[in-house]
């Protein structure tokens, strides 16, 4: 399925009696959609127009070609609109307060600074309080998996950490400003964010490719007393149980009862792994390219090591096709085409198919669809988008709140049941088991739930005045 952009063509067009009809002939017999026109200039002689396409999946070029040699038409320019959200970049800092008076300005620089900066000093967990490290959350990557793009460097990093930033400001009112390092040394990369800690609440990992970031994030966890969370890992997990907790009151199944297989064991595909392990899944399965983790052989890679001791209770062995059959739910997080319409057909009955390679899924939706009782994928066209903005926000939310020293295993658990619970039962079908990104419910949930479960395990160090007990 092509999905639908668009272009902003500005041509400069001769006033002659038909000139746009042809023009918008031309476009239309392209493949191209026109869906507005904007009047940018108007002289004696000529006419300068904005007119916004609808690519329909046509690529740009041949739109262009189409009208660019036209009688009496000026190509200007060609502009996606996309690149113009980003011109400049998307975020910026605002003041909270004007600095208009002499007043104003030593109050909030010298002199009256000086004290505030002494306070901390003499205390310095009032930060908290007298600066913004209270609501604010470093959004670090290294640009070597940002998504579907590979290792793509820091600067071309900054788009998405971009807009993970106006995610967090959007969705959870959390202030969160992207830091793109140029380095790839794991031991670089863990002293620069301790360095840059004080001036933040909490850092958020994003987009380090694997195996590395898996040590990256303990050692930040182990080293620093502010939350932690590499959301490529973990909030992916947290949103699938989610969904999963929902498919599977759909079929009448229970986390203990069902097997599983996942497959792509990389960053997303551990923490997956761990979740279900941590939600109650006994019977698991992990894949990947070289076939089923089991117990039987070693592996290079710790985290492969640590999954096969604790899956694969049967001891199988094989390739994905070989070790699916009778299982319960599926779950991919690897690659286009890894999952076979005939592998579906040997699953159990109503089966559960999670797949999430992005863009394209491990098997098409619409061929797997006639096949499958509940099915879910990355994208946004598709019902049941498992999509970790549901999660990232909701619990740095929650975290920041009750001033949490670490994010850990029961604040997750918390979180994915309480994306769950958004959809109620009356809601609940086997074309809606997880909420929209822009459910207005979902932040309050998992803010809540997190800060109960923070204080459950007592890594709170504050407590919210709605979670006080009244004498």
């Known amino acids: 399925m092509a999905s639908n952009t668009s272009i902003i063509i500005r041509l400069e067009l001769a006033k002659t009696p038909g000139s746009f009809a042809e023009i918008a002939g031309a476009i239309g017999e392209a493949g191209g ?11 004696k002689q000529s006419t300068t127009r904005d007119i916004t396409v609808n690519l329909m999946g046509v690529p740009a070029n041949e739109i262009t070609d189409a009208i660019r040699h036209m009688p009496g038409v000026t190509l200007v320019n060609v502009s996606d609109p996309t690149f113009l959200a980003h011109l400049g970049g998307k975020i910026e800092t605002q003041p909270k307060m004007p600095i208009k008076t002499r007043d104003d300005l030593s109050k909030v620089y010298t ?14 967990a009032s930060a908290f309080s007298l600066t913004i490290k209270r609501n604010t959350v470093a959004v670090v990557s290294d640009g070597t998996a940002v998504l579907g793009l590979g290792d793509i460097g820091p600067e071309a990093a900054m788009p998405v950490m971009e807009g993970k930033a106006m995610l967090f400001k959007q969705l959870a009112g959390v202030d969160a400003f992207p830091l793109c390092l140029a380095s790839k040394d794991t031991e670089e990369i863990i002293r620069t964010v301790k360095l840059l800690s004080p001036a933040f609440g909490g850092i958020n990992l994003e987009d380090i490719s694997s195996p590395r ?3 990256i994030e303990e050692r930040l966890k182990q080293e620093l007393n502010i939350p932690v969370f590499h959301d490529d890992q973990h909030g992916t997990a947290v949103v699938l149980l989610a969904g999963l907790l929902n498919a599977l009151k759909i079929v009448g199944k229970t986390t203990s009862d069902i097997r599983v297989v996942v497959t792509g064991i990389g960053a997303a595909g551990v923490s997956i792994v761990k979740m279900l392990l941590a939600a109650g899944v006994k019977h698991l399965i992990a894949v990947d390219r070289e076939g089923a983790l089991c117990r039987t052989r070693t592996y290079s890679n710790p985290m ?6 604790r899956t694969n209770q049967e001891l199988k062995e094989g390739l994905l096709s070989d070790v699916i059959p009778g299982a319960d739910v599926f779950i991919g997080v690897s690659r286009k085409g890894v999952l076979k319409l005939e592998d579906i057909r040997r699953m159990a009955s109503d089966p559960i198919v999670f797949a999430m390679a992005n863009p394209e899924p491990e098997i098409e ?3 797997a669809e006639p096949h499958v009782r509940v099915l879910a994928t990355g994208r946004s066209d598709y019902p049941n988008q498992i999509n970790n903005v549901l999660c990232f926000p909701g619990i740095f939310r929650g975290a920041l709140d009750c001033r949490a020293t670490t994010i850990n295993e029961e604040m997750k658990l918390k979180a994915a049941w309480a994306i769950a619970s958004v959809v109620s039962d009356d809601e609940l079908t086997d074309q809606y088991i997880i909420p929209s990104i822009f459910n207005d419910k979902v932040v309050p949930a998992v803010r809540h739930a997190v800060i109960q479960a923070a204080i459950d395990t007592n890594v709170a160090r504050r407590i919210p005045p709605e979670f006080r007990q009244v004498n």
């Open 365 to 367: 939706p619409e061929l």
């Open 33 to 43: 959609d026109i869906i507005a026109v904007d009047m940018i200039h108007a002289g």
């Open 213 to 215: 970031c898996f040590e």
């Open 111 to 124: 002199p009256g600074v000086a004290k505030v900066c002494m306070a901390i000093h003499e205390n310095p």
């Open 304 to 309: 492969w090591s640590w999954i096969a001791e």
